[in-house]
């Protein structure tokens, strides 16, 4: 797939569309070089991040700072966020003559309903982006592993990571296995099983870490050895349990206590409550007869019937409003009153099965500590338990331990099988056959780039545990910037030449920063190699280093500077 175009938008205007071309396409940075103006934060290599963004990467690269991650250019998140800007990416299997194209667009919102993240119009969930861009771009592929995201990495560089290496690209904490999923891949030798080895791998460290931490105080050994002496102690200690002379019910005894304890405590709680519930109730009562209206009845009584004489319109003596107030109360008293007797009867009852439990209880205490050997019983019993604890501990222990060793066994004798095959005579000369038919086109190109014949080779390396794994390197070292940057150009161009042989599904542009460091006639050569073989090379790189056979509007993309910003921000 070639690009066609780069769409920025809001809901209601184009702020950006970037159409590209076949053959070299160059995002240039026109920003005069002086002083005050040095070019930086123009846009151009955000161009790129938003290519990938749409390829499925996280849309805080566009607005993270790459050096410090917890730093960011709030300016351009909240221009992002605020004015809901879309990213439409559209892509064609030709760029002269489409047949097929592909357009994706997202957005930098996160709520459910606001987010955009579709392909060719149609809804996709962003956590099922990279599944779907894999059926959609390479419709070919049935495979998990490498994953879409790392088959393209090499395709997209603007990250340090991707400009300094040529084959190791993906982040920093990849595990060997991974890579050599990958190349094979990429070189095309047929390894159905790639994702199942590296998922043995990982369960292998998993299990093994687990295993160290299982073994931290004791080994499985020192677990069976100190096992075994628990199990003489218990069988000593029932032994001397069972020639005690004691009461035979005494275990029977032992629970009822228990049980009546929990009767006591229960019936203890309820005989509480209640007492409560009748003091409070006696508190009301109390308070409602000092509610009754008892004081200087003349003196008011002279007060209502001044009050009458100003308001003829009262209809009640005074007499009559007191008796009122204290048959209200007196009616109130005698319902609450009404519930002591009911309360009464229950503490009683209660009162006399607490007693009665109590008697059972001394009772049982008696019949229990009268036995001569209660205190020795005791002793072993506590020991018994001790023991049986530490039992059950060292043998869950040793359980885990063992499953572990099976699960390793059995992830092991995986490997085993799948290795075999991986790393037989026949698939190993596969490889290095592969390898010669990328190597002779790799060659070539940077032969025609730097006079000097570049090579990937394979050796099969043996980690400290044991584990085999194809490690492929470089065949030249100790580069200059430059010159390392030319290397993974002509890396680039070769494997897409060499897919294209091979019927390797591949993206048909390479993203490329920085490419000012380059000398003039290596990119002169890579823009006549790019045309040449139908790629589209897309670089950012600074006016002012470009040669002059290539400051021609043909190879320009798009030209950004200090005053004609990417996002049109001042």
């Known amino acids: 797939m070639f690009l066609k175009s780069l769409l920025i938008s809001t809901p209601t205007k184009i702020i950006r569309e970037i159409k590209f071309h076949k053959g070299l396409n160059l995002i240039v940075d026109d920003t005069p070089n002086s002083e005050t103006s040095t070019g930086n934060n123009v846009g151009k290599t955000t161009i790129l991040k938003l290519i990938d963004f749409c390829l499925g990467r996280d849309g805080s690269v566009i607005y993270k700072d790459p050096e410090n991650k917890r730093e960011e250019y709030k300016k351009v998140k909240d221009f992002l966020i605020d004015e809901k800007v ?13 047949h097929t194209e592909v357009e994706i667009s997202r957005n930098f919102l996160k709520k459910k309903n606001e987010t955009v993240c579709t392909i060719n119009g149609e809804h996709v969930n962003v956590g099922d982006l990279e599944i779907k861009l894999m059926h959609t771009l390479f419709p070919s592929l049935n495979v998990s592993k490498p994953t879409f995201r790392q088959i393209i990495a090499h ?14 690209i993906l982040n920093a904490f990849t595990r060997t296995e991974e890579y050599e999923t990958l190349y094979l891949f990429l070189f095309g030798c047929d390894y159905d099983e790639g994702r199942k080895r590296e998922e043995l791998i990982a369960n292998i460290k998993s299990e093994e870490t687990y295993l160290k931490r299982l073994q931290r105080t004791h080994t499985k050994s020192a677990y069976k050895i100190a096992l075994e002496d628990i199990s003489r102690e218990i069988v000593k200690l029932e032994g001397q349990k069972s020639k005690l002379n004691i009461n035979p019910q005494l275990d029977k005894d032992m629970s009822d206590l228990t049980s009546i304890k929990e009767q006591l405590n229960v019936i203890g709680s309820q005989r509480n409550s209640l007492q409560i519930r009748k003091k409070i109730i006696q508190e009301s009562i109390e308070g409602f007869n000092n509610q009754k209206f008892e004081y200087d009845l003349a003196q008011l009584q002279l007060i209502y019937q001044q009050a009458s004489s100003l308001i003829p319109t009262l209809q009640h003596t005074f007499e009559e409003m007191v008796a009122y107030h204290n048959n209200m109360l007196a009616n109130r008293i005698v319902f ?3 519930e002591i007797p009911n309360i009464e009867k229950q503490i009683l009852v209660l009162t006399k099965q607490f007693e009665a439990l109590r008697r059972q209880e ?8 009268m036995s001569d050997t209660f205190e020795e019983l005791e002793n072993i019993i506590l020991a018994l338990n001790k023991n049986y604890t530490l039992k059950g501990q060292y043998s869950s222990i040793i359980g ?31 490889v290095h056959s592969q390898l010669s038919k990328f190597n002779t086109i790799f060659a070539d190109i940077s032969d025609e ?40 150009s002509c890396f680039d161009i070769a494997y897409t030449i060499f897919a294209d042989q091979e019927g ?8 490329n920063d920085k490419k000012e460091l380059m000398h003039d006639h290596q990119l002169i050569t890579l823009a006549e190699i790019a ?20 400051q021609k509007e043909e190879y320009y993309t798009v030209e950004l500077s200090e005053t004609e910003k990417l996002f049109l921000l001042e």
């Not at 879309?86 to 489409?98: G, K």
């Open 86 to 98: 879309i990213i439409t990416l559209s892509l064609v299997d030709d760029i002269e003559n489409p």
């Open 155 to 168: 395709n997209i560089r603007y990250e340090d990571i991707r400009l300094n290496n040529t084959l190791e």
């Open 336 to 338: 609450i009153e009404s």
């Open 362 to 369: 001394f009772d049982l205490t008696e019949k229990i500590t």
């Open 400 to 430: 885990q331990i063992e499953d572990v060793e099976k699960d390793l066994k059995k992830y092991q004798q995986e490997l085993s099988h799948i290795d075999d095959g991986l790393f037989a005579d026949d698939f190993q000369a596969k």
């Open 449 to 488: 780039l730097y006079n000097e014949r570049y090579a990937i080779k394979t050796d099969v390396v043996t980690n400290r545990k044991g584990q085999q794994n194809y490690k492929f390197s470089v065949i030249e070292t100790n580069l200059s910037s430059g010159k390392k940057q030319g290397e993974i």
């Open 504 to 511: 390797i599904p591949c993206l048909h542009f390479i993203l």
């Open 531 to 550: 045309n040449r073989e139908d790629i589209q090379f897309v670089a950012s790189i600074l006016k002012d280093k470009l040669p002059e056979q290539l």
